[in-house]
């Protein structure tokens, strides 16, 4: 296997080997596109270079060598020639597009003798120390890990000294002056000084790129995206091509549609007389490509035919990087776009009526977790708004929050449960775990291609770019308005910001919860028509229904009877309930909870009708509907030093402590809950049984089609589900019979939750009694691994995750390795038993899409999510249906 291949040897299909960017220079190489000669180092050299140590495998200095000489016949120069140098791009390259996580290196050949020869070759000395005093830049960065504020502090004690504004108006001496600076930085903060070897410089910033794949953020990068670290990244090194030469000169950055939209225009940003890094880093606010096509008529025409070749080729949309060199267009990249979900559902629904991709493909071209963006809250107010200011619309979405300014604030907060925005005056790949953690992003310089925006446009994330009106001085921002007053926005000072206009406004905003698209309508009807796995949600009032099915929800799989009880009208009544000395007292409580959730599942049924709904009685522990000990006994205390607490007030103030007591447990999820609970107190569960049969006699009364499925939680054992299953059956015959209907009149089913894992073990023996399986992916997840999951996720959780201890949070992402062997387990002996046994999931990885994967895999029926990702759940089904082994695409 090749250590180094050049642009005119590799091809589209090399992508594994070359990296998504390597992969497609090549395609563009072959296909006549103006493209920079280039070569790529691949992948397997990255693996290697880890195995070793961080150390270059050994002869490959050699091949690179040769590759060089290759480049320099290519371009009629040297590298290092102090007359005609040429000089190279060192750009990273990962199979799976990580835009702005891993690290380049421009203009790399330049030292003390060739940037003389750069000034003499282009007759532009100024452009020649520029180029020189960004490679000292982004080399001391990225090579000897200098942070970048130590240079640009001295670019802008230069700009101040010499009274100028822009980077473009710094004359020749300014540049030399500021290298000057830079060496000096480097020689002091890394202890070396800046390498005059050009092939030293070569070798360190290959190195440095390799390395660059284990950088914190492209390790959270890849986390977040499930990416394989095994992967790793290729370096691209290709003869530079200059943008920043002057008034005929230029870079930017284009999507053959509309990212934010998927509006079939060209869209995308440039700069005149600048490198790229200008444009993707937010330094400068660039310019609307429309507006080239007056200033450059002829690049405009050959980037349109270009965009629209590529396209077509690629059958996607594509993300294009160009520089202008003295009027002669260039391509430095193409990729398929990071695209917003409005944007992916309506370029592949038009691509499919453009006869580019089948239904098939435009499913598989869906994020599911990305369709959240589609589900973005709006600004919901006809109250005037106080705007402060308006930015660049670069990701949809409203967001209200918390002013931050820096990143590991707004991860902190977040964590504390506040809602937070992240601004900043341009966001860098170190700040996405804050973009994460923030419900919005505001920045105060950069445009629509810039970092935040795309980053924030991948997580569907609110995003204000480029909002110069913004001034960020340490932990706040002023705004002066129209009418002169100047309005501060400090840290911790609520703003909210709309993505969709650019606006950044004052003060709180209510938002207002989105509908489904046509076209993603139309997409789902396709996804529909694909997939076999039902889906299900978890709803526990009319309201969430009625969501659900409005999602396409094809029944309830878990229906929680507790959250029912925790209303705040309903809380006494619970309490007398539970705090009963006496049965008679009990029944007499439990007589005015009855009509209370008759009245929930009546709801409920009527927004579900004929489809299932999964009930589960009640599972949480009774003290959990009681006021909390630690706070009980403090306030006993109190009173005990009040003499002007009445007797009465004493005595039932004990009483109620002495109940709670009694309750307490030194492990509550291990104890008397679920099925334990209705087995101890079966007259609660018979209440609700009565209950749901009640409801569902009106229902049916009134012509809707009632399906009802019972649900055991917490099951241990066989015996166990056989004495509810009993009771269920017992309670329901003697509802129906005193409303005069025959027993099979409503037709149910009862079955469990399997969230203990000797539920799962002995399945086969629970399947006698068990009309269905619903898997309890919290519990069971906790149980088998020995987790409390609220201790768990708050103290070592993260940690266990940044580490890779384990690959993933298994409370987000199912542990297919323990609790899916536990549940493949039961699925397999239960349907041995019982063949027509309906298995699905309940817990919340019912809405993960490797779990849907997995879940499809095991042959399950369904699985069950919240309403919101109810559309998530339809796509991944449908993906997991296209990508299973001998399947029609």
């Not at 009640?694 to 015996?719: E, F, S, T, Y």
């Amino acid at each position: 296997m090749p250590n180094i291949v050049s642009f005119q040897q590799g091809n589209a299909a090399m992508k594994q080997l070359l990296g998504g960017k390597g992969a497609n220079l090549a395609e563009m190489t072959r296909a006549g596109l103006p493209v920079p000669p280039g070569f790529t180092i691949t992948t397997e050299v990255c693996r290697r270079f880890y195995d070793g140590g961080g150390q270059l495998p050994a002869g490959l200095m050699e091949e690179l060598n040769q590759s060089m000489r290759e480049l320099e016949a290519a371009k009629q120069q040297r590298f290092g020639d102090p007359m005609q140098p040429l000089l190279v791009s060192v750009r990273s390259g990962s199979v799976t597009s990580m835009p702005g996580m891993m690290d380049t290196i421009l203009n790399l050949g330049l030292n003390d003798e060739t940037v003389k020869g750069l000034a003499v070759m282009t007759g532009n000395a100024r452009f020649a120390y520029d180029c020189y005093r960004r490679l000292i830049q982004m080399f001391g960065n990225v090579v000897f890990d200098i942070e970048s504020h130590h240079f640009e502090l001295g670019l802008r004690r230069l700009k101040r000294k010499l009274r100028l504004e822009q980077d473009s108006e710094i004359p020749a001496e300014g540049w030399i002056e500021l290298i000057a600076s830079y060496k000096a930085v480097i020689a002091k903060e890394a202890g070396r000084p800046f390498p005059q070897s050009v092939s030293e410089q070569l070798e360190l910033a290959v190195a440095a790129v390799f390395r660059s794949w284990n950088n914190h953020r492209a390790q959270f990068y890849r986390r977040l995206h499930h990416i394989p670290d095994e992967q790793g990244t290729a370096v691209n090194i290709q003869a530079m091509v200059f943008g920043n030469m002057g008034g005929d000169c230029g870079t930017g950055v284009l999507f053959t549609r509309n990212p934010s939209t998927g509006e079939d225009v060209l869209y995308g940003e440039y700069l005149m007389n600048a490198q790229g890094e200008d444009v993707v880093a937010g330094v400068r606010t660039p310019v609307p490509i429309a507006k080239l096509k007056a200033e450059m008529p002829d690049i405009y025409e050959q980037l349109f035919q270009t965009a629209k070749a590529l396209e077509l080729h690629y059958r996607d949309m594509q993300d294009i990087e160009f520089t202008v060199e003295q009027g002669k267009l260039y391509l430095l990249q193409t990729r398929s776009g990071k695209r917003t979900a409005q944007a992916a559902v309506k370029i592949a629904v038009e691509q499919v009526k453009e006869g580019l991709i089948s239904h098939g493909e435009a499913i598989l071209r869906i994020e599911p977790f990305h369709l959240d963006q589609l589900l973005h809250r709006a600004i919901d107010t006809d109250r005037p708004l106080d705007v402060l200011a308006t930015g660049l619309p670069a990701s949809p979405g409203a967001a209200t929050g918390l002013a931050v300014f820096d990143a590991d604030t707004a991860e902190a907060w977040a964590r504390e449960g506040r809602k937070v925005i992240l601004v900043r005056s341009e966001t860098t790949p170190e700040d996405i775990h804050g973009v994460l953690a923030a419900e919005g992003v505001l920045t105060s310089r950069g445009g629509m291609t810039s970092h935040a925006a795309v980053v924030a446009r991948g997580m569907g994330k609110p995003c204000v770019c480029g909002c110069d009106a913004v001034g960020i001085e340490g932990r706040e921002f002023s705004v002066k308005l129209s009418d002169g007053r100047t309005v501060t926005i400090s840290e911790g000072d609520q703003v909210s910001i709309d993505g969709a206009s650019g606006r950044v406004i004052r003060g709180a905003v209510s938002l207002r919860e989105p509908v489904l698209t046509a076209e993603l309508s139309e997409l789902l009807a396709w996804a529909d028509e694909i997939r076999t796995l039902q889906v299900y949600t978890n709803a526990d009032t009319p309201e969430d229904a009625a969501k659900a099915r409005h999602f396409g929800a094809e029944g309830i799989g878990l229906c929680r009877t507790e959250h029912m009880f925790m209303q705040a009208a309903r809380v006494p009544v619970v309490q007398s309930m539970i705090l009963a000395e006496t049965a008679d007292e009990r029944a007499k409580a439990l007589q005015q909870l009855l009509p209370m959730q008759q009245e929930d599942f009546e709801g409920i049924f009527r927004a579900m009708d004929g489809l299932p709904v999964t009930i589960r009685l009640l599972d949480p522990p009774l003290h959990e509907f009681l006021p909390n000990l630690e706070q009980l006994v403090l306030q006993q205390e109190r009173m005990s030093h009040n003499p002007a607490v009445e007797p009465e007030q004493r005595a039932k103030l004990d009483s109620l402590l002495r109940k709670v007591r009694t309750l307490h447990e030194m492990n509550p999820m291990l104890g008397t809950r679920g099925c334990r609970l209705g087995l101890v107190l079966p007259d609660i569960y018979e209440m609700q049984v009565e209950a749901i049969f009640r409801a569902a006699v009106q229902c049916k009364q009134a012509g809707m089609d009632v399906r009802p499925d019972i649900m055991i939680p917490l099951v241990g054992h066989a015996n166990e589900l056989k004495r509810m299953r009993e009771l269920v059956v017992r309670t329901a015959s003697e509802v129906l019979g005193k409303l005069n209907h025959a027993a099979d009149c409503i037709s149910y089913q009862i079955g469990t939750m399997i969230e203990v894992p000797r539920a799962a073990i002995t399945a086969g023996q629970i399947a006698q009694h068990a009309d269905f399986f619903s898997f309890g992916t919290n519990d069971l997840t906790q149980m088998t691994f020995g987790y409390s999951r609220d201790d768990a996720e708050g103290k070592f959780l993260t940690h266990y995750v940044e580490t890779e201890l384990l690959p993933n949070n298994p409370f987000q992402v199912l542990d297919q390795d323990g609790v899916g062997q536990l549940m493949e387990w039961a699925v397999e002996r239960g349907k041995t038993v019982k063949p027509l046994l309906k298995t699905g999931i309940c817990g919340e990885h019912g809405g993960d899409k490797p779990s849907i994967f997995f879940c499809h895999a095991i042959g399950l029926d369904y699985v069950s999510c919240s309403p919101y990702r109810v559309p998530v759940a339809r796509i991944a089904a449908a993906q997991a249906q296209l990508t299973a082994p001998n399947v029609w695409k």
